[in-house]
């Protein structure tokens, strides 16, 4: 038996843009649209609706991908790539124009705040409404119900209609639901989106658990270090097609790479946001890491920086690399000072590296900041210079791999001992 749970080919998707929606209409419609349409002549209904049908865009175009049963797989791009488009097709919400999708197994979903439920029940009908959705027995859904209520956290307001619910208690009710109601085939859009830090946590541990189970999880979000972390492998989507698909940490390095030209297509040497006399600037920053992906924690990670001089020659140079989180917390830097003599007899055009020889950082998305000066002269500072992805690793070499960063930012190297007081 193939372990093939979703097979995916030439999906394409095509919406109308420009035109009005369509709403229900009433009989006073209906008449006024028909004594109005004696009064426009077939050459301009002709123009209309030529006009009307041509204004169409593919949201989706010619993909085509497999996933394996108990694979993570996280789908990323940019805003309009067409990611939650990919899930609503695959979840049976919206039909293709083109191609066709197979589901080998039953489906949870979360797409956005409520999908799914309805206003006007109470929470704990929606979870029993949800449940025989999804093929299961009252009994099935009865044993996973404790669970689900603590894990949303609105055990004083089940009994409550939903539309009721602010849009945190919406969303922590959903994705209890279309986790814990044991679906083979779990579809996540953007869960990190909404919520406060206590919630997300929450709901990565419980993805982290469900891929754990052998379940099958397509997750769609903009976190980076999320992905990085949970995802086996990686989508990428751009303009409705596949540009990119293979391991997480190739993914996600395209994804930045081309972020990084989309954001700043200032080259690094003719970037305007610096200051500093201008002596000592700092034209290009790379990372090196073995086989040239990106770095995992634990392991060799070489910042390569090249330079040029107004001055020629240089000396007593000093450079920092300063590594800060998302939120721009300062992480830690790396100085030349801090390790003996600045750099003398430093040519007009140069390269210096920085080496790290074990990573600290968890996985995620960090910011790299770049400061130098000349003598007691700041010569050159640019923030947000690059951002650094970080995968997760062997950080302990006891191949317990940290799987979230619950337990902070930084990984370091310690040991334990115990002995009998008796």
């Known amino acids: 038996m193939s372990d093939i749970v979703i097979r995916a080919e030439g999906l394409g998707k095509q919406y109308c843009i420009g035109g009005r929606q369509a709403r229900y209409r009433t009989l006073r419609d209906s008449i006024s649209n028909a004594i109005r349409a004696t009064f426009l002549s077939t050459h301009n209904l002709l123009q209309i609706n030529t006009a009307r049908s041509n204004e169409t865009i593919w949201a989706l175009k010619d993909i085509s991908f497999e996933v394996k049963q108990g694979e993570v797989v996280g789908i990323i791009g940019p805003n309009g790539a067409g990611k939650s488009t990919l899930l609503k097709i695959l979840s049976r919400i919206t039909e293709p124009t083109e191609g066709y999708a197979d589901i080998f197994g039953r489906v949870g979903s979360l797409l956005e705040v409520g999908t799914g439920f309805h206003p006007e029940l109470t929470g704990r009908e929606n979870i029993f409404l949800n449940g025989a959705i999804l093929g299961m027995k009252r009994q099935e859904i009865q044993r996973q ?64 658990a469900v891929a754990r189970g052998g379940r099958t999880v397509l997750f769609v979000s903009h976190h980076m270090a999320a992905v990085s972390s949970l995802c086996s492998r990686g989508i990428l989507l751009s303009q409705g097609c596949i540009v990119a698909i293979g391991d997480t940490g190739t993914v996600v390095q395209r994804y930045q790479s081309e972020m990084d030209e989309v954001l700043n297509l200032t080259p690094l040497a003719d970037r305007q946001d610096r200051n500093g006399s201008g002596r000592l600037r700092f034209t290009t920053v790379r990372f090196a890491a073995p086989a040239g992906r990106c770095p995992t924690s634990g392991e060799e990670l070489s910042i390569v920086l090249e330079c040029c001089s107004t001055d020629g020659v240089l000396n007593n140079v000093d450079v920092e690399i300063q590594f800060l989180d998302m939120n721009n917390t300062m992480l830690f830097t790396c100085a030349k000072r801090f390790t003996g003599p600045c750099f003398d007899n430093l040519s007009a055009v140069s390269e210096i590296v920085c080496t790290i020889p074990a990573l600290p950082l968890a996985a995620g998305v960090y910011r790299i900041h770049l400061w130098s000066a000349v003598g007691k002269e700041r010569a050159d500072y640019i923030e947000n210079a690059a951002q650094l992805v970080v995968m997760e690793g062997d950080f302990f070499g006891s191949g317990r791999l940290p799987v979230s960063r619950k337990h902070g930012s930084f990984l370091v190297h310690h040991s334990w001992s115990s002995r009998s007081m008796a």
């Open 145 to 208: 119900f404790d669970e689900i209520v603590a894990f949303a956290e609105v055990e004083k307001f089940i009994d409550t209609p939903v539309k009721h619910y602010s849009s945190g208690m919406y969303l922590r009710l959903a994705f209890a639901v279309a986790a814990h109601l044991e679906p083979e085939i779990l579809l996540v859009d953007e869960v990190l989106a909404v919520g406060d830090m206590a919630f997300q946590k929450k709901c990565l541990g419980k993805m982290e």
